[in-house]
């Protein structure tokens, strides 16, 4: 199996030959543009309610090029609680596990931030 995201340049991530320009999430396998947070740069539980519904094993987090955007106290307490590993990283690192991740078959899902 081929990486799935095959390109990112600050404002730019290239999914399955697709070019988006907005942050988006990736759940079982699907593209969800337009990602915002309520709270710009702060990942709450609401945030990723969808991924959440779909049971990952693995959430990954792409918190920009600087790596701006963090999770909150709440969502990495509910996460805990349903033994659902939280990896954060700068986007472009968090790319590079995402894709390791996904070749491996493992139940992973992600939210990156492309920008700040």
């Known amino acids: 199996m081929v990486a799935m995201i095959t390109e990112f340049s600050f404002g730019k991530i290239v ?7 907005d942050d988006i999430k990736i759940v079982n396998g699907q593209v969800i543009t337009g990602w915002w947070r309520k709270s710009g ?3 709450d539980i609401h945030d990723v309610a969808d991924i959440l ?3 990952p094993d693995i959430l990954v987090i792409g918190k920009g090029s600087p790596g701006l ?3 909150t106290p709440s969502l990495r307490d509910y996460l805990s609680t349903h033994n659902v590993e ?3 990283k700068r986007t472009i690192k968090a790319i590079e596990v995402f894709n390791k991740l996904f070749r491996e ?9 492309i920008t700040c």
Not at 105 to 113: N, S, T
């Open 105 to 113: 078959g493992r139940k992973v899902a992600a939210g990156f931030h």
């Open 41 to 43: 740069h702060r990942v």
């Open 15 to 21: 999914i399955k030959g697709e070019t988006y320009c």
């Open 86 to 88: 939280l990896i954060e």
């Open 69 to 71: 955007m963090k999770s």
């Open 53 to 55: 519904e779909s049971r």
